[in-house]
T-cell receptor
Framework: DAKTTQPNSMESNEEEPVHLPCNHS???????IHWYRQLPSQGPEYVIH???SNVNNRMASLAIAEDRKSSTLILHRATLRDAAVYYC???????????FGPGTRLSVLP | SQTIHQWPATLVQPVGSPLSLECTVE??????LYWYRQAAGRGLQLLFYSVGIGQISSEVPQNLSASRPQDRQFILSSKKLLLSDSGFYLCAGVKDRASYEQYFGPGTRLTVT
């Protein structure tokens, strides 16, 4: 499985945008990019996913580099409830499983 | 909507004792199901996944086994627990096989003493 690398931790101020980076230089053409987040003592929660084009939903936006070797999860206005560990994961098309790395711990300061 | 149920929420077991964790799914049929383990402060490790009744794929060699006796039931077991089996165990399902968006249960925190 292709590997992703993310910063261990990031900080943001409340109500400011947050850009969470993810590098996946060994991504293959059929790998989807998924983002999940995990609040303390809870299971992960799906955030967004994409293949080549940028994606938007009610939670976040996903910006995918043209060469697909990196992507950025964008939270447009961070709230205290967004403090969590964010995981960037690659899933092969028709692949059954996900490989979760250590993720980025996001702290949101009031 | 689809919901994953897991129990118990917390469990303390002695080394060498057996384990059985149950996961049930509500609101869908024939889901892909997954068991993950998360050690303290670490990411999730995929243990097993299942695409249907009686079909189990193991991702890592370990002291654990899984079974899927019914479409919406996924069980994680061990005959003899080790200290290293401590962790947060999560069951997950896939909403649809187009997006592979996973939804997770509340988890079971297992402490082996």
């Amino acid at each position: 499985d292709a590997k992703t690398t993310q910063p261990n931790s990031m900080e943001s101020n409340e109500e400011e945008p947050v850009h969470l980076p993810c590098n996946h230089s060994t991504i293959s053409g059929t790998d989807y990019i998924h983002w999940y987040r995990q609040l303390p003592s809870q299971g992960p929660e799906y955030v967004i996913h994409g293949l080549t084009s940028n994606v938007n939903n009610r939670m976040a936006s996903l910006a995918i580099a043209e060469d697909r070797k990196s992507s950025t999860l964008i939270l447009h206005r961070a709230t205290l409830r967004d403090a969590a560990v964010y995981y960037c994961i690659l899933r092969r098309n028709y692949g059954q499983n996900f490989v979760f790395g250590p993720g980025t711990r996001l702290s949101v300061l009031p | 909507s689809q919901t994953i149920h897991q129990w118990p929420a917390t469990l303390v077991q002695p080394v060498g004792s057996p384990l059985s964790l149950e996961c049930t799914v509500e609101g869908t049929s024939n889901p892909n199901l997954y068991w993950y383990r998360q050690a303290a402060g670490r990411g999730l490790q995929l243990l097993f996944y299942s695409v249907g009744i009686g079909q189990i794929s193991s991702e890592v060699p370990q002291n654990l086994s899984a079974s899927r006796p019914q479409d919406r039931q996924f069980i994680l077991s061990s005959k003899k627990l080790l200290l290293s089996d401590s962790g947060f165990y999560l069951c997950a399902g896939v909403k649809d096989r187009a997006s592979y968006e996973q939804y997770f249960g509340p988890g079971t925190r297992l402490t082996v003493t």
